[in-house]
């Protein structure tokens, strides 16, 4: 079976997106509680990274279904929503993403999957200090 879906692209603020793309980020997020941080000025919250998908993770959630990445499923946006997955569904998202063979997968969607694992274990290792963002395009 072979995707036709597009890549990932770094994705700016004056960056053009089309209605079939999602914009993926990675946010930091202000944590309110005590997290053994040294004194100094907290982190800055907002944006860490963005990047437009052009329809990989569409078609690796038709690949695989709901059954293989449930939590990602429920975070699919709709063509004029936004979704967040913060802490409570990290875990579960990096644990569905693990079980998954990449190696089997389009480079596309290998490559989609590679980006939200490795932010999913960067926000657990922050301790919930940063959250990802799926908006679709508008």
Known sequence: MSSAAGG?????????????????GLHRVPVK????????PAPRSGR????VDGGALRAVLRR????????????EPDLDFSSRIGRPSMAGL????????LTRLPAAEREVLSLLLGWGRRSLAEDGALRIEIDAGQ
Not at 8 to 24: F, Q, T
């Open 48 to 51: 860490l990274e963005a990047w």
């Open 94 to 101: 990096v644990r569905e993403v693990e079980r998954v063979d």
């Open 33 to 40: 509680m005590r997290t053994g941080r040294k004194a100094g």
């Open 8 to 24: 990932l692209r770094p994705y700016g603020p004056d960056d053009e997106v089309a209605e079939h793309e999602y914009v993926l």
């Open 64 to 75: 695989l279904g709901a059954r293989a990445l449930p939590t990602l499923a429920r975070h």
